[in-house]
Structure formats: structure tokens, C-alpha cells
T-cell receptor, first 112, second 115 residues
């Protein structure tokens, strides 16, 4: 079992839909959780960063962490065609090397 | 300045060539990273520099040679590469490797093709 599991998709939704992207993980020591957006042939861009459990909101994006279920989510409201990209989750432990472990990414397509 | 820059954007090289990739950041970050990314795969860590010293080498072949001339610059020297080394090479930086927030900021990458 991989440490971080993420469905590669593609996930195709109509413009304006609410998108839910998810990752599960097996290492209970993960405390920091990140979401990156990566457009085709570009570097990943940090979208959201959360520590431990709970929710964090930034504009149309909400990151949610459920440590009891080892499950994290990224919600995108009012999705736009410009949101079409690959979304990577990443996680880190505390007290270690602080190097993130990445999921394989979910490809999102928002069609007009 | 909250940007990581990388040059060149694209590089095509033969298996006998020697070339270098360059990365620069001016955010005062003390940790810098090289990643390799193949299509539809997550970034794969190659090297980590912390305070200009090589901290992690993820068993990368010696045909890849990293260098950190100062706290803002990171190079990756390439020699005698193989076609399977063709990939997007990403540089990233973060505040440091010890404690607290350590989210990584990535550059746009260098797309490398080895013929």
C-alpha cells in the first residue's frame, strides 16, 4: 500500500460545479497537508496548506482534513475552465526531514 | 519576490553532451530541492540542500551532479544522460528543514529531452 493514495482521474465536470478532490493516507504521523495545482507542462503551485485536522478556506477553495479517517479533501466551488489542471496532495510528518510525500495527482477537466 | 526561476525552459541534449540546469530564488529560503517529474506522475525527489550543504541524495545516478554555489542558487550538472532521463526537472525552495512551516515553492521547470 502506498503512503498516499490519490485517484488519477480524469475528473470531468461542467463549469459552475462543486468539485471534490480527495487523498487517503496510511501514515498517522502526517501532520501537514498541502494541495498543489499543476497546469500542463508547468511547475506545481501551492494552493492550500493546513496543519492537523480541520477546515481552511481561501476564496473558492476549501481544504478539509480528517485525521481520524486519514482522509483529506479539496473542494472547489463555482469551478471554472481555468481550474482545469492536475491537483496534487502532499503531506509531511513533524520531527522528521520535512520532505513532503506526494500523491500521484488527480486530473481535473472543467468544460464550459 | 516570491518566485523560483529556472533556466533554460527547454533543453535538448545528446547522450555525450554536458549541460547544466539553473535555479534561483530570492525569498531567503535555506532549503532547495531538485525533483524529476515524468508525465502523469508526481514529482520524485532527487536532492535536497540545506544551508548550502547537500542534505539528501535519493540514490541518484552520478550522471546528475548538484551544486549550490550560494543560498540563492542551485545548479544541476548533467553528463552522459540516457533517453530515459527525459523529464520535467523541477527546482523548489522552502524556509528550511527544521520545524514549523515548510511548504515548498516550485519553479516552472526545465523540460529536458535526451536524444
Amino acid at each position: 500500500q502506498k503512503e498516499v493514495e490519490q485517484d488519477p482521474g480524469p475528473l470531468s465536470v461542467p463549469e459552475g460545479a462543486i468539485v471534490s478532490l480527495n487523498c487517503t493516507y496510511s501514515n498517522s504521523a502526517f501532520q501537514y497537508f498541502m494541495w498543489y495545482r499543476q497546469y500542463s507542462r508547468k511547475g506545481p503551485e501551492l494552493l492550500m496548506y493546513t496543519y492537523s485536522s480541520g477546515n481552511k478556506e481561501d476564496g473558492r477553495f476549501t481544504a478539509q482534513v480528517d485525521k481520524s479517517s486519514k482522509y483529506i479533501s479539496l473542494f472547489i466551488r463555482d469551478s471554472q475552465p481555468s481550474d482545469s489542471a492536475t491537483y496534487l496532495c502532499a503531506m509531511m510528518t513533524t520531527g522528521g526531514s520535512y520532505i513532503p510525500t506526494f500523491g500521484r495527482g488527480t486530473s481535473l477537466i472543467v468544460h464550459p | 519576490d516570491t518566485e523560483v526561476t529556472q533556466t533554460p525552459k527547454h533543453l535538448v541534449m545528446g547522450m555525450t553532451n554536458k549541460k547544466s540546469l539553473k535555479c534561483e530564488q530570492h525569498m531567503g529560503h535555506r532549503a532547495m530541492y531538485w525533483y524529476k517529474q515524468k508525465a502523469k506522475k508526481p514529482p520524485e525527489l532527487m536532492f535536497v540542500y540545506s544551508y548550502e550543504k547537500l542534505s539528501i541524495n535519493e540514490s541518484v545516478p552520478s550522471r546528475f551532479s548538484p551544486e549550490c554555489p550560494n543560498s540563492s542558487l542551485l545548479n544541476l550538472h548533467l553528463h552522459a544522460l540516457q533517453p530515459e532521463d527525459s523529464a520535467l526537472y523541477l527546482c523548489a525552495s522552502s524556509q528550511g528543514l527544521a520545524g514549523g512551516v515548510n511548504e515548498q515553492f516550485f519553479g516552472p521547470g526545465t523540460r529536458l529531452t535526451v536524444l
